[in-house]
C-alpha cells in the first residue's frame, strides 16, 4: 500500500502541477497567416469579449485545481505517522479518494467544453489554427488525475478502517 500511497502523491502533484501550468500560460490555442503568428489562452486583457464557454472553462478548471490540492492534502495527511491509526486516517482516505475522482471529472469536463466549442468555429481560409502545448498539457492532467483516483482506490482500501472498539474505548 506504501507504494500506491507515494504514486498516487507523485501522480496527484504531476496532474496539480500541469494544471495550474495550463490555467496560467496563454498557448491553447495558435493561429498562423502568412504574415503573422498568434497565441491564445484563457486570460484575455480585455475581459468584455471573453465567450462564455472560455468562462466556462475557467471555472471548472479552478474547480479541478482546488479538488486536486484538496486531494493531494488528504493524501499528506493520511500518509503521515502520527495520524496513520486514527480514525483520522480513514476519512483522509476517503476524502483524498473522492477529491481525486472530482478532480479528473472537473478537468474533464473544462477541457471538453473548450475543445468542443473550439472545433466547432468555422476556418479562415488564410489561416491555421491549432490546439497547443497548454492545452495538451490540460488534457494529460485530466488522465493523471485519473490514475490519481485509480491509485487512491487502491489506497484506501488497503487502510486501516476503524472498528467498533475504537469508538468505545
Known amino acids: ?13 504531476l496532474a496539480l502541477a500541469l494544471l495550474l501550468v495550463t490555467l496560467s500560460t496563454d498557448y491553447w490555442i495558435t493561429s498562423v497567416s502568412p504574415k503573422h503568428q ?15 464557454f472560455i468562462q466556462a472553462t475557467r471555472v471548472f478548471a479552478i474547480l479541478a485545481a482546488l479538488a486536486g490540492l484538496l486531494s493531494i492534502s488528504c493524501l499528506i495527511l493520511f500518509i503521515t505517522p502520527f495520524l496513520r491509526n486514527s480514525s483520522f486516517s480513514s476519512l483522509a482516505s476517503l476524502v483524498f479518494c473522492i477529491t481525486a475522482f472530482v478532480a479528473a471529472l472537473f478537468c474533464m469536463v473544462a477541457m471538453a467544453v473548450y475543445t468542443g466549442e473550439r472545433w466547432k468555429e468555422p476556418d479562415h481560409p488564410q489561416i ?18 485519473l490514475i490519481t483516483g485509480v491509485l487512491s482506490l487502491v489506497v484506501h482500501w488497503g487502510a486501516p478502517h476503524p472498528s467498533y472498539e475504537t469508538f468505545s474505548a
Not at 1 to 13: D, E, N, Q, Y
Request: proline letters at 4%; one cysteine or more; hydrophobic letters at 45%.
Open 1 to 13: 500500500m506504501r507504494p500506491c500511497s507515494v504514486l498516487a502523491l507523485l501522480s496527484g502533484s
Open 38 to 52: 498568434a497565441h491564445s489562452g484563457l486570460w484575455h486583457p480585455d475581459e468584455d469579449s471573453v465567450k462564455d
Open 128 to 145: 491555421q489554427t491549432s490546439f497547443a502545448w497548454s492545452f495538451y498539457m490540460g488534457w494529460i492532467s485530466v488522465f493523471l488525475f
